[in-house]
């Protein structure tokens, strides 16, 4: 893949106005049922009407987040947080502004993710499947964000790297080797990017680390999540990168099994498919989450969507919980900065196609935000 000069970057996407997050308070009570815990979720942003999926966190404190174009309404991709209720279009308006029938290479389509590396630059995911149909005309990338200037630097198209099936779902990036890595949850598979020339691997199709287990039943309240009545099978999504960069690990999200290989074996283009699917390394059976982050002290982070909690997995492997609370409902993605693991709730499971008996849209309750002292 060539690389994207900058200065055609910087026309097709405007810089926006830099904001900073000016309100942060301990949640309310939201749901009458909530857990003890909750007095540990500390609200950051509510959306009550649009579904967002992602947050990322800077190192000066800017937080953004994302809607994926899945359900109607919808009015922003990616947004920068302004306040407990308010955001601003990242990077502008225009970039949040396609419909069916433009080009989408230069405008977000569906964007699933955001992620803040080490070096405080700001990536963003967009598999480019709008209501999850196929990818829209090739235009799937990564994108990669100053948030110095608030200017793209570079984009990274998976132009036939995956068909028009693939869903790029969640990134997390090596700033020293210059590698990202991400899921396709999906067909089930993980990118490789070499960021120095752009290009784009898709490794581990078809093994079983990959691929939800069909036994698994996964279940929130009791109820098994269907879609036109057959069981929902959601791959390989979230992941998470070692504070050395030296292990990738990651899981399907609808059954409870985790995996880890090293990152040494993903970047070797020599070995065969069968030599690489032999280096995986099953850790057990943990917890149904959606996304994960590892801390510096190499703690693993990750949710349990079937009984509303998150959860900390130690080097060591050993699982604990952290908080559990009914307001935990679908803990999506995770960031950690400044002290804080923040974490988003989609609510996934209450989208209509999952509830056609009785398909409220939006739900009752709105789509948050918290953040949780670590």
Known sequence: MKKILIPFLIVAFAACKKDSFVSQKKVASINSSITTATSL??????????????????????????????????????????S?????????????????????????????????????????????????????????????????????????????????????NDVRVDTKLNYAYLTNSNEGGIFVIDLNTGKIRQVLQGNYSVIADPDYHFKIDGKELKQNNAPVKINSDGIALTPDGSYLYYKPLTDNKLYRIQ????????????????????????????GMIIDKQGNLYMGDLENYRIMKITPDLKMHELVKSNLLSWPDSYAIANGYLYVSCSQLQKQPK?????????????????KIKL
């Not at 947050?55 to 800017?62: I, P």
């Not at 209720?85 to 290479?105: H, I, Q, R, V």
């Not at 999952?354 to 918290?370: D, E, K, M």
Request: some cysteine; proline content about 6%.
């Open 354 to 370: 999952y509830n056609t008996a009785s398909p409220q849209w939006p739900p009752a309750t709105p789509f948050t935000i918290y």
């Open 84 to 168: 407990q209720t308010t955001n601003s279009p990242y990077p502008n308006t225009w970039a949040n502004s396609w419909n069916n029938g433009e080009d989408g290479l230069l405008k977000w389509v569906c964007v699933q993710a955001v992620y803040v590396d080490n070096d405080d630059y700001l990536w963003v995911v967009d598999p480019a499947s709008p209501y999850m149909k196929g990818v829209y005309e090739h235009s799937y990338k990564l994108v990669k964000f100053n948030l110095s200037t608030n200017k793209p630097e570079k984009i990274y198209y998976f132009n036939y790297v995956a068909d028009e099936n693939s869903y790029v």
């Open 263 to 290: 990152t040494k074996y993903l970047r070797n283009e020599n070995l065969s498919a069968a030599k690489l699917g032999s280096k995986v390394e099953y850790l057990g059976k943990f917890t149904t989450t959606d």
């Open 41 to 82: 979720l500390q609200l950051v942003y509510s959306d009550s009407m649009y579904e967002l999926t992602g947050v990322a966190v800077s190192k000066t404190g800017r937080i953004f987040t994302n809607y994926p174009l899945w359900n109607s309404p919808h009015k922003y991709d990616v947004a920068e947080i302004t």
